[in-house]
């Protein structure tokens, strides 16, 4: 038996390649299929099936493009309304890749038709080796069950507990876990960054099989974890098997002054780090550091806008393209030639950012207004006396609001966990005509660690 | 100014990316562009042109595609009937890339549109910094002139000639001459193998510039190069800009067993060395080494037929696919997984091919018919005793003729030069039916450097 | 908390980093570290510790070396004899690695100081998270127990199932196992191919967990796996923490004459498949395929050999003089120019190999001496009728009895599982003077997929 | 005939690999020798000669480590007192390399042994297929001629004048000129940036041939080039052949807190952007971007000094100690685990610098002390009106002349070209203790675009 396992950066999603005797299938695929393929031909495997484990949302999936240019069949278990599939497989029902048996487990609650499959080798023993959990089970963590209808989280969460309990519980202690994402994802919170797990340590240590269902209810209940905008059309998207990738390299490069010169309604997104950014960037562009693009990218594009980037380096195209094309956000109209250090060596207008460290800002408060963009979850850990909170992903709704309330001659200090949200943040507010805008250095990271006051929310 | 080169292995072609101050330009583009597009965003320079020296025949150029995924012109000289062309610049007029002047020069003979491209990059002196001449002029020899019509080789020498003298030679020696094929292109012969060339180099050794008019026309005659049967397909396709590459690694693997049970109306190509097919290989399947495909595939495969792969390694696929489909063979159906030790392991039936070593063909030389399948160039240098000649491109169409000759009993020596074309020649002998075929180990430099017997042919 | 695997070609070797909150762990470092150092930078991890299992005997380690260049500390159980070691860890002790804790769990057996380490992350349960085993626990076999003294097999067969039942079972069904080797390894035989395994599903299929004490003692002491005469002398470099490895690339390319000038005292050691060997090879040098290298040079070569290699490809030479290096042979004098196309090219004598079919061989087997290669497990499953049993390792020195019993005219065949061995065995009798060498194409699998006969050995 | 050109960033050094019929001879080689290896391997080619143009002064060679590697002869001309060399072949001289020969041409001016070598193929002409031409003759330039003593740095000059046209421009307007550095180097100035160019085209443009002798002397002696402070200590290292260099990857991972711990007596490197660095860092540390590394490096670090790194990415580590290793800086005490990120998020000190815009330094240009950092031939172009001029490289120490004509509160704007020594010069004034220290966004070149006033220095 052979498993693979492929990470995706910015999304901390996992998808497998698992082979056997020459056959195999890749569970969850993305949108850009070449890795597949190419461990496919590595391996000399035969691609029989594509697995979906749910309807995902967070990124496109590349499962029809995949089937296409290989000849295999697509397989999901039901509930997802999924089209194009090839074969839905019924709770309990399996399907064979090389002498592996693959059995659908139906655990709705993520989605109304996720479904984990438990593999057996047959080597010997009736017990599974492992279950592909998709977003059902995580590492410490369960997937978030507000997505189809806020209303019913709880009641999602008690189909999960059920399913997880009457269906992947019983596989037992010695069976892997493999699940569609790690921590970092935004299809669930809270997941133990063990880079293995397995039934037993889950049972020992995940709240789904340490809390009574009751508990486990009000957990899910309890969990605010942002719903980025771009969720509802990936999702259709993915109910059709997803879109093909573009081709690689396929961005064109753009001199410094055709860029000055054609500005307008072109969103130009600057992927270095948030101190390079504060360092110096171009006016009215956008702060999204590199790995980040693949989630906040998806706050501030759409399909629809022409989108310039501008790199830290110029290997980081692909990156920061499939980061977007993950996202179905495609087009990508150039990239800058040189980055930013081009664009300053042609003498174009500079801006650069304020940035205060945790001290001079404690030093200073009052002469501050401080804006805490992280999410709703991690204020509850307390933030810096008088800040006011808004998720950075809602800013973009906010800036009209914010002007009217604070001016734009006000004195803003901008803090995340560590400052690269509040990077971003730093940058809307510049866009939007704010005149001193500082990010805090370090976030609220550094600023705890200070032992500077803090107040709840 | 900046030059970079991309070589082509097996068919021995040069492209170009020329640049300067953030333009470039991409001379003669094969179809598989991502190594133009890969360098334009690593050098930070916007593709402005992409230059066409001629109406190339020997692979499927990726002009049009190149242009439409950057928004570059593609720009050709006079009179090789290209169309979907956007800029077609007549004899002596220019372009400029970044303050780059690039001149057309119109050098009729090899194509009736054939077009060198002088550079001149102002830098103090009016004198041309290189010249970029397709299959005009190669290091130590020109392009064939054979092509449009063989009838006319001598008059398209002469026109040649003429273009080169009164052109190319005035641009100085202190010109670069930056070609469009190296040794081995079937474009040409002859060529020698400088890494880097002047006109002043090429004036002093270059038979064009050392003949008279009338003794170059006779050579251009006395040349006798293969044409290789896809020539008027590809021009075909250049005449409209070539078509864009298939996505790379999408070649499903098949497993064994899988390609024994589809065997008929497949083509199966085995691109190990000639040493490793004779040792064993699948029955019916032709030998073509991996860098020879670009060339040899062309004479037993067309579009039109299902080809499955034979590869050394599995990391071979992307070689082997787009050598094959430079010259339009797109269908390949198949990579066999694990290759031919796969099929071994598999206990499927293998075929060894016979080799026999020159001490041992000179020691029994009458009990052997010895077919020599060098080009009519190379045999004129001398043949085994007895031996028979025919191209090892025109074999196919000979194969029922030396049935009706030889018998598929008789013991066939098959020779080339070192023993690769003799591989292809021995697997089309074996296909036909042919029991006994032994290829000559080491070929006729084995056998002349043994000094051997040879007679003229 | 992170896990890199490094698989290690040919000897079938994992080793491992773990880390946390920044500090790392490497364990079994194989003698070229690059590998380790590259990841550690990559993660950002500091090596505060080199962990020996055991004393290697396959392998030259790279733990003095490892730890030299990091600063880190080594560390070992008790009992293998290991001199400068900075900490031997008792039965039962603990070391720790940025949170997590590793216990030292002594499994003497396969080696007298045999350490099992139980990894504790701290996640809320006091169960293992996994266990680093090792050779002392494969997936689905045990580490070979007549490694210390063979007539004292079973006894550490006996200690080896009290330490797996009283130390490891307990960790839980949900421990993770880690071992040193997977299928291949000549460390132990029986090795099951999942790519991951936990203490949970080796206890329902691994023999040492579903034997009696006694079966399983009378299980290893029916085994019968091959001891390749280096154990010993990388055992005693191992116990002083192995030696550096040699810079990459350094070794001299020879010129097809001087190689052929400079032949005596020299190991020529062809590196392609059995089938390119077959196909014509240089007389007198030694078939072992690439990934076998690292065992079975072993066999032909030893530190004082001044070996030559000649190569499928230039890029080989790394990955060959790794695999020699692993195993203590470092005089490589020099890879050939251009392989055995070059030496080909070049006109030097060239010897081919006979193969022959399994039908050509079942139809004229009373005319051949068949040569069985494989080891003695193997040949329980059936052997060629009449067929002589000579492991393949143990070839060079029956060659001179065999000499004497055969004569060189005799026709061979030479088989073993499917024709890699066999080509090593031909290649050692080519050299011994046998005239009339063939290698079974296919070996005892074609052989017994075509349901020829067989018999008991 | 093989050429491969190997070009060394930040240095912009170029040494070559020319290779003919399977032999090799490398000139110039830098201290990081596995590039050649690995080509020599690739083509199949043994090296026999290593050939030094010159005794080298800005970065250690591998000349004697290359020639020990691979039983190469070392090779140069006479007057550099180079010891340790095989073979010292006299003006005129011949050796040569597969059918190449290499002609020995003292051109001394740069340094009293400057030798170069002109190619000669034998390809039926009696002209010199290119020269290699070392720090004597560079596209558009020649060597700077103070090197050895800048008392006599017009006799070197008219040396170098009389040696060129005596016996490099006969060599004929064909040949090539292949020289040892590009444009950027510290061995001369005024480089053109022709990626390839010939005899022919400097002979037009070249103010060496365009020159009288007088005027050419004139132009030398009124060069002025900073002088590194290590090329005393690298030339000494290069007369005896270069030293080996360190394995790659063999630097410790430091963790935030163990940096913070034990930073005395440590230089703390930063080499990201300019950009990055003002948007925060590390106390005390100094930046110089990655690709500037390889010659400001050696300004403020010699072999004794403990340097740690901060990179923007961990990949960037071997280009960081390569760079520093080729000036003899080789105590690299570790990498900082994660760099600045990590720093901050571990919450420890951080410190931003201050920025300016072109428009708000001179809008409040007489609050300002302007310090410009640039070389004394770049002022001459003109400088910010009342700046200072102290070049970056002389910076260190003047400090404390500064910091008594200034005091510590002063606002100190630094200005280079673009900004990147300005950022060296401001960290190493912060460092100083200079506490308002802003770098002009964009330096003199977006000060001269934005047409802002200048007077002459």
Redesign the interface.
């Known amino acids: ?3 693979e396992r492929f990470d995706t950066p910015g999304i901390a999603h996992i998808s497998y390649l698992l082979a056997n005797a ?2 195999a299938a890749v569970v969850d695929p993305r949108r850009d299929i ?1 890795a597949y ?2 461990r ?8 029989k099936y594509v697995i979906v484990t749910h309807r995902q949302e967070d990124f496109v999936v590349g499962v029809r493009e995949l089937a296409r ?3 295999a069949r697509t397989v999901c278990g039901r509930g997802d309304q999924l089209t194009r599939i090839d074969v839905a497989v019924p709770d309990g029902g399996e399907i064979g890749v090389g002498g592996l048996r693959l059995r659908a487990l139906h655990t709705p609650g993520h989605t109304p038709g996720s479904t984990c499959w438990a593999v057996f ?1 047959g ?3 009736d ?1 599974a ?2 279950v592909l959990t998709g977003d059902s089970l995580f590492p ?1 963590a369960t997937g978030r069950t507000d997505l189809s209808d806020p209303s019913r989280t709880g009641e999602n969460a008690a189909l999960l507990w059920d399913a997880l309990h009457a269906k992947i519980l019983p596989l ?5 876990v493999l699940p569609a994402h790690g921590p970092g994802s935004v299809c669930g919170t809270g997941m ?5 797990t ?4 889950e ?3 995940n709240p789904v099989f340490l809390c009574s269902r009751e508990e486990f209810v009000r957990q899910k209940e309890a969990e605010r974890i942002p719903r980025p905008p771009y969720f509802d059309r990936v999702a259709a998207l993915n109910a059709e098997g997803g879109i093909a990738a573009r ?9 410094p002054h ?1 860029l000055h010169g054609s500005f307008d309604g072109t969103l130009v997104i600057d992927t ?10 171009i006016p009215r562009s956008l702060s999204i550091w590199l790995s980040g693009l693949g989630v906040f990218g998806g706050w501030v594009a759409g399909p629809d806008n022409d989108v310039v980037l501008v790199l ?1 380096r ?2 980081d ?1 692909e990156e920061a393209r499939l980061s977007l094309g993950r996202i179905g956000v495609d087009k990508v109209r150039g ?1 800058l ?6 664009w ?5 207008p ?4 304020g ?1 205060v ?1 945790p001290e001079q800002l404690n030093a200073h408060l009052r002469e501050y207004r401080v804006l805490d963009v992280r999410d709703d979850t991690e204020v509850q850990s307390g933030v810096i006396p008088g800040a006011q909170h808004v998720y950075v992903g809602h800013l973009p709704d906010r800036l009209g609001d914010l002007r009217r309330q604070l001016g734009s001659d006000t004195r803003i200090a901008v803090t995340c966990s ?2 690269h949200r509040s990077g971003l943040a730093v940058s809307l507010l510049l866009r939007a005509g704010f005149r001193r805008v500082h990010n805090l ?2 976030g609220m ?2 600023w ?3 032992d500077l006051p803090t107040e709840r929310p």
Chains 1, 2, 3, 4 share one sequence.
């Open positions: 038996m052979q498993l020459g056959e070449d393929l190419q496919a031909h590595a391996l000399g495997v035969t691609l240019s290989t000849g080798d080597d010997g023993s017990a080796w492992g410490g037992g202690d010695q069976a892997l133990a960054d063990r880079p293995l397995t039934i037993g340590l049972r020992l240590t081709p690689p390299h396929a961005v064109p490069v753009l001199q055709s270095r780090t948030p101190a390079a950014f504060a360092g110096g960037h830290e110029p290997s195209v990239v030639a040189g980055g930013f250090e081009a300053r060596d042609a003498g174009l500079i801006e650069h950012g940035t460290t560590v400052g250095l370090g990271t550094a705890q660690k200070q």
